[in-house]
């Protein structure tokens, strides 16, 4: 069985050619972009971690990763915790309904 052009021209198949091949171009050019927009971005992130680990060190020479995380909370198991977990509201309904 060969191939029919099923009454196509071949100005219509060239222009959908081209229009695919825009397309896919169009793609590849954004992917591209946005590649290189996020090297870029963790680059800057790198830089500003290295700095900011720098101005700690010069500081005070205290250790800013000792374990409390990042929002500063308590070590695990140290007792005096800063943070306190959200309580959800309970629902008005049948106890141990869930909807």
Request: with cysteine; aromatic share 8%; proline share 3%.
């Amino acid at each position: 069985m060969t191939y029919q052009s099923r009454g196509r021209s071949i100005f219509e198949v060239v222009l959908a050619i081209c229009f695919v091949a825009f397309l896919v171009g169009f793609i590849t050019v954004l992917c591209i972009g946005n590649y290189f927009r996020a090297k870029r971005a963790q680059e800057r992130q790198r830089q500003r971690r290295e700095a900011k680990q720098a101005a700690a060190a010069s500081a005070g020479g205290s250790n800013t990763m000792d374990g409390r995380g990042m929002h500063g909370g308590s070590k695990v198991g140290g007792g005096n915790v800063d943070y306190e977990a959200p309580v959800l509201p309970q629902a008005g309904g049948a106890p141990g309904r869930l909807l």
